[in-house]
């Protein structure tokens, strides 16, 4: 079992910047990919970002460049960085980890997943 916590969500004007990171415990960290996804009422999980556990790194199109994922293995928490927010970034954020090197856009890969962390984005 793995146990993820998400923190760092809020409000933010358009062009700002958060960061979240989700905190894990219960199994070795370093042995599973993690994602970013994100949920808005009515939609399908979105995939935003995913870091293998290698270090390798993927992006959803709609974050490219301006999102950053990242993880410190020794703190067992993956980050992400987002600047330049805009408001259709509004969503719930949810951080999931999967067993194994690589990670995925399809949610379903995914075993272990936090509670959310909501982000808002004001025009």
């Known amino acids: 079992q793995v146990q993820l916590v998400e923190s760092g969500g809020g409000l933010v004007q358009a062009g700002g910047s958060l960061r979240l990171s989700c905190a894990a415990s219960g199994r070795t960290f370093s042995d599973y990919a993690m994602g970013w996804f994100r949920q808005t009422p009515g939609k399908e999980r979105e995939f935003v970002a995913t870091?293998?556990?290698?270090?390798?790194?993927y992006y959803g199109d709609s974050v490219k460049g301006r999102f950053t994922i990242s993880r410190d293995n020794a703190k067992n928490t993956v980050y992400l960085q987002m600047n330049n927010l805009k408001p259709e970034d509004t969503a719930v954020y949810y951080c999931?980890?999967?067993?194994?090197?690589?990670?995925?856009?399809?949610?379903?890969?995914?075993?272990?997943w936090g509670q959310g962390t909501q982000v808002t984005v004001s025009s």
């Open positions: 999931a980890a999967a067993a194994g090197y690589s990670g995925s856009s399809d949610p379903g890969q995914y075993g272990y």
């Open positions: 870091i293998w556990s290698g270090g390798s790194t």
